[in-house]
């Protein structure tokens, strides 16, 4: 990222991730980057705080409470106000029933 660029110009990634050591690790490299990186504990909280400013990129883990990321990435599919928005999904859970939960979608 060019260092003449300002802040508003900066790529904003929207991390969805409900462990806190994994938004930290995740911050931290994106910041690195030079990247503009906001976070959402659960799916709802992903859905508001998209309702009020949509990023570039949203990384969206699977298995959230509330809505899980699947569901998230629907709604922002099914936004015209969100067309632009790029979603990357993930799992960091290394559970069986998790991945089942995800091949079921």
């Known amino acids: 990222m060019n260092e003449e660029q300002t802040t508003s110009q900066q ?3 929207l991390i969805v991730e409900d462990d806190p050591k994994n938004v930290e690790l995740m911050e931290a490299q994106l910041h690195g980057e030079g990247y503009s990186v906001d976070s959402a504990r659960d799916g709802e909280e ?3 705080r ?3 400013a949509a990023p ?14 699947f569901e998230v990435c629907k709604k ?12 990357s999904l993930g799992i960091s859970n290394s559970e069986p029933k998790a991945a089942y939960f995800c091949t079921d979608q």
């Not at 570039?56 to 990321?69: A, H, Q, Y």
């Not at 922002?76 to 979603?87: F, Q």
């Open 56 to 69: 570039d990129l949203v990384l969206l883990d699977i298995m959230l409470p509330k809505k899980n990321g």
């Open 76 to 87: 922002i599919k099914s936004d015209a106000a969100m067309k632009g928005v790029h979603c």
């Open 11 to 13: 790529p904003r990634i």
């Open 50 to 52: 998209l309702s009020q």
């Open 46 to 48: 992903a859905l508001r």
